[in-house]
């Protein structure tokens, strides 16, 4: 009876620490899954507003992204200090523990501070059509630690924003227009006059040829077999691919209906016989 009594005066005695700590602990996870919530909340709220105001989709998820993982950061630390973690302690161990993980994901992190510098130096923008690291497309989005692509056959190409920094960017897109370089060979038999007039017609009648810069056409090469022309056209941007191939076929039509002629390598062998 006596360890009876003993026992019951003992969890008399245990029973008020345990209760505060339940409550702290079903406070805590609380704290965790409702500040997650609202982080999540206002990461998202943060890019509507952004793009609302007209800022690119990709500087609105990027700041979107780091914001959520700040708010993140910090309910976590709230519910641990809630639970009855020493935080400051804790932080100091997070700090020594990023320090080897930093080291080990040296890779990750360069990764993290090209997405940044992606961000304020803005060499593209989502929309844009680039050549980086080998690869040709638009920019579908840049995140953290990738830069997404689509290339012009639909396939997604995902680049590590270190290879986008380290490497040489071609930005078709920065510019409204672009001039198109063409090299146009005839035979040396064709009048020169008639295929400059030919081309000129060509272009005259093209809509999406633009007047300013005028474009010009002249002989720049007599080559091994042919007269080459160059013919130097400014467009807007988006009518660039598909102008190229409409004048070289409308060329190509146009040279034949007029007799014009269009070289292409040969050979010719001599046979001689001795007597």
């Known amino acids: 009876m006596n360890e009876l009594e003993q026992w019951m005066d003992e969890g008399s005695?245990?029973?008020?620490?345990?209760?505060?700590?339940?409550?702290?602990?079903?406070?805590?996870?609380?704290?965790?899954?409702?500040?997650?919530?609202?982080?999540?909340?206002?990461?998202?709220w943060l890019e509507a507003r952004m793009l609302k105001s007209k800022v690119d989709s990709a500087?609105?998820?990027?700041?979107?992204s780091i914001l959520y993982a700040l708010l993140f950061a910090g309910v976590v630390l709230m519910a641990l200090g809630q639970i009855g973690v020493e935080t400051t302690s804790f932080i100091a161990i997070l700090g020594a523990a990023g320090l080897a993980v930093g080291l080990a994901l040296q890779g990750s992190l360069s990764n993290f501070?090209?997405?940044?510098?992606?961000?304020?130096?803005?060499p593209f923008k989502t929309g844009d059509f680039v050549?980086?690291?080998?690869?040709?497309?638009?920019?579908?989005?840049?995140?953290?630690?990738?830069?997404?692509?689509?290339?012009?056959?639909?396939?997604?190409?995902?680049?590590?924003n270190s290879s986008v920094m380290d490497d040489t960017i071609i930005n078709y897109s920065a510019q409204a227009t672009r001039r198109l370089d063409?090299?146009?060979?005839?035979?040396?038999?064709?009048?020169?006059?008639?295929?400059?007039?030919?081309?000129?017609?060509?272009?005259?009648?093209?809509?999406?040829?633009l007047p300013d810069p005028a474009f010009v056409i002249f002989v720049s090469e007599l080559a091994d077999s042919s007269v080459n022309f160059s013919v130097r056209v400014w467009v807007n941007s988006g009518d660039l691919l598909q102008f190229k191939s409409d004048?070289?076929?409308?060329?190509?039509?146009?040279?034949?209906?007029?007799?014009?002629?269009?070289?292409?390598p040969q050979m010719d062998v001599h046979l001689s016989k001795d007597s």
């Open 131 to 160: 050549e980086v690291a080998g690869q040709m497309g638009t920019v579908n989005r840049i995140e953290l630690f990738h830069t997404y692509l689509r290339t012009l056959d639909n396939r997604s190409v995902i680049l590590p």
């Open 13 to 44: 005695q245990w029973l008020p620490w345990l209760t505060e700590k339940s409550v702290s602990i079903i406070v805590g996870i609380l704290i965790f899954f409702i500040g997650k919530f609202i982080a999540r909340k206002v990461a998202d």
């Open 59 to 64: 500087v609105a998820g990027f700041a979107s």
């Open 247 to 264: 004048l070289l076929e409308k060329i190509k039509y146009t040279f034949d209906e007029n007799g014009v002629g269009i070289p292409y």
């Open 113 to 122: 501070a090209s997405g940044v510098l992606i961000i304020l130096l803005r």
């Open 182 to 209: 063409l090299t146009v060979g005839i035979s040396y038999d064709s009048d020169i006059r008639q295929a400059r007039e030919l081309m000129k017609g060509i272009l005259e009648n093209d809509e999406r040829v």
